[in-house]
């Protein structure tokens, strides 16, 4: 049976020696899975790791702060946990509404936190209750996240809709990439494609791949 640092080794070979893959970066996506975990794949040389669940997310950092990685946030963003987030995670992939930009830029004086790099999250689905703001609303939300003094544009991550081709989906996604480099010049990353379609999402211009089980085996049965 192979270990995490064997599947993270033969993954990074396969991206690697992917077209488009040299220069992406490969975010481990840890969730359910104990610290200890965390700490081999580490020992390897990963240093981005992935999580969205915050209590998991925010223990597991505090926890091996020591290890100088960077958290990425894949999950969905509550404006009530916002800033709880920022605290601990580098890059947020998930902002899909002013309203999360306006609570990362609350908070009482003294309550600063640091400038967060930022994805805008498009909901790919005809699903309003999915993650991920409307293509008709991405403009204006870029715009915003653009201006917010507590987060760095740096473009745009979607998750592959379950019944569509990852393919066509990521061709849609790359469309609403473009729309928000014009708004943005520096704004030119675009985080998608997971265990099952990075290769897909290599294709159509992803820089991010957020990559679990083909990495980390399956998860515990009771996280």
Same mark, same amino acid.
């Given at each position: 049976?192979?270990?995490?640092?064997?599947?993270?080794?033969?993954?990074?070979?396969?991206?690697?020696?992917?077209?488009?893959?040299?220069?992406?970066? $490969?975010?481990?996506?840890? /969730?359910?899975?104990?610290?200890?975990?965390?700490?081999? $794949?580490?020992?390897?040389?990963?240093?981005?790791?992935?999580?969205?669940?915050?209590?998991?997310? *925010?223990?597991?950092?505090?926890?091996?702060?020591?290890?100088?990685?960077?958290?990425?946030?894949?999950? #969905?963003? #509550?404006? /009530? /946990?916002?800033? #709880?987030?920022?605290?601990?995670?580098?890059?947020?992939?998930?902002?899909?509404?002013?309203?999360?930009?306006?609570?990362?830029?609350?908070?009482?004086?003294?309550?600063?936190?640091?400038? *967060?790099?930022?994805?805008?999250?498009?909901?790919?689905?005809?699903?309003?209750?999915?993650?991920?703001?409307?293509?008709?609303?991405?403009?204006? $939300?870029?715009?915003?996240?653009?201006?917010?003094?507590?987060?760095?544009?740096? %473009?745009?991550?979607?998750?592959?809709?379950?019944?569509?081709?990852?393919?066509?989906?990521?061709?849609?996604?790359?469309?609403?990439?473009?729309?928000?480099?014009?708004?943005?010049?520096?704004?030119?990353? $675009?985080?998608? %494609?997971?265990? #099952?379609?990075?290769?897909?999402?290599?294709?159509?211009?992803?820089?991010?791949? *957020?990559?679990?089980?083909?990495?980390?085996?399956?998860?515990?049965?009771?996280?």
């Amino acid at each position: 049976m192979s270990t995490a640092a064997e599947r993270l080794a033969a993954v990074r070979d396969e991206i690697a020696s992917a077209p488009h893959g040299a220069d992406a970066t $490969l975010v481990v996506v840890t /969730k359910f899975h104990p610290a200890s975990l965390v700490q081999e $794949l580490a020992a390897a040389g990963q240093r981005d790791m992935g999580e969205s669940r915050h209590p998991e997310a *925010r223990d597991k950092a505090a926890e091996l702060e020591s290890f100088g990685l960077t958290w990425h946030y894949v999950g #969905q963003l #509550q404006r /009530k /946990k916002a800033r #709880q987030v920022a605290r601990y995670a580098h890059v947020l992939h998930s902002i899909d509404s002013t309203a999360i930009v306006d609570a990362l830029e609350g908070g009482e004086p003294g309550d600063e936190l640091p400038v *967060r790099d930022a994805f805008v999250q498009v909901n790919l689905t005809d699903d309003p209750g999915r993650g991920g703001v409307d293509p008709a609303s991405l403009e204006a $939300l870029a715009e915003r996240v653009e201006a917010s003094p507590a987060l760095r544009l740096l %473009g745009v991550m979607a998750i592959a809709p379950l019944g569509e081709e990852p393919a066509s989906a990521f061709a849609r996604l790359a469309t609403y990439a473009d729309r928000v480099h014009r708004i943005a010049p520096t704004a030119r990353w $675009l985080s998608a %494609g997971m265990s #099952q379609d990075w290769r897909a999402a290599l294709e159509h211009g992803a820089t991010h791949l *957020r990559i679990g089980t083909a990495i980390t085996g399956e998860r515990p049965s009771t996280p």
